[in-house]
């Protein structure tokens, strides 16, 4: 099991963190890696990088002038960080280049890039569907600290192309790719914060989370995890504590889709926990109950 530290005085945040695979479509078994397991010392480092509720009033619906957004509605365009990371981006058909949309970016899995990820989970249509403009990543490793804040930057990148309202900027990803999401948000790395996240099979035990820092203010979070998952057994209900604990949350009911909703979180950090069938590389299907968490919350720029 490998270890790697990142310094920031002498707070370090341990996670496990995992590789493999891959919403409401029937879930998907998805093929990546075997998913191994990594242990990561990870500090709580500022690392400057880039990184609502229903539909916005057109009073406060974010707008770009016209002629400063080139990319186009009803398109897939494949972008490279100045890295060389490759992401993919997917516009709806009716999207406005004057009224900010809201965007979920999407991390593969190790192994993973942005086609199979995106073909595994059958994200896009809903997605665009429902409005978002959606992003998929190639595969970059929780524990790649130059490639984590690199990654972070992409939805920065996406604004300068497309009109995005930055308030509503939102993360998912499968094993590596919600690993990743840990060590973007325990980190800071995104910057604005994302509004909400979603990570998938993520590798972050109970043992090394106790170590972690709860973020201020609180993240909502929508936790998903197979009962299967022999790669990280229980993780998913390790991870669900950590957060209701962070977020002050309390007593959770449970939704027509079986998720648990924690509610009265403090500064409205709301906890979500699904645990859906299968192992670790099946993808749950819970697209329009991920949207409708996403679209629940916006976190306003500093």
Request: glycine share 10%.
């Amino acid at each position: 099991m490998q270890s790697w530290l990142l310094g920031r005085g002498s707070t370090l945040l341990s996670i496990a963190l995992v590789a493999c695979s891959s919403t409401e479509t029937a879930p998907t078994e998805t093929a990546h890696d075997a998913g191994a397991s990594i242990e990561a010392s990870v500090p709580v480092d500022p690392g400057a990088s880039d990184a609502g509720a229903s539909p916005k009033s057109d009073a406060s619906v974010v707008r770009c002038e016209a002629g400063t957004r080139t990319g186009a509605a009803g398109t897939s365009e494949d972008l490279t960080t100045d890295a060389g990371l490759h992401f993919s981006v997917r516009t709806p058909s009716d999207y406005d280049p004057l009224r900010g949309s809201p965007l979920i970016v999407m991390f593969a899995p190790s192994g993973g890039t942005a086609a199979s990820i995106e073909a595994s989970t059958k994200l896009t249509p809903d997605a665009l569907g429902a409005g978002f403009v959606v992003a998929y990543v190639d595969t970059v490793s929780p524990t790649n600290i130059a490639g984590a804040k690199d990654a972070a930057g992409i939805p920065s990148r996406i604004a300068e192309r497309w009109c995005i309202d930055r308030e509503r900027v939102y993360l998912t990803g499968s094993s590596d790719g919600g690993g990743l999401i840990y060590t973007i948000v325990l980190n800071h790395y995104m910057t604005p914060e994302p509004a909400a996240v979603a990570p998938f099979a993520a590798g972050a035990s109970k043992n090394t989370l106790a170590k972690a820092t709860c973020l201020a203010p609180p993240m909502p979070v929508m936790v998903m995890h197979n009962s299967g998952d022999a790669v990280f057994p229980k993780y998913g209900q390790a991870a669900r504590d950590w957060w209701v604990s962070c977020n002050a949350c309390g007593d959770p009911e449970t939704l027509a889709d079986g998720c648990l909703a924690y509610r009265d979180c403090a500064d409205g950090g709301d906890v979500r926990y699904c645990e859906g069938e299968g192992g670790h590389g099946r993808w749950p299907g819970l697209h329009s109950s991920m949207f409708e968490f996403f679209l629940a919350h916006t976190r306003a720029a500093p």
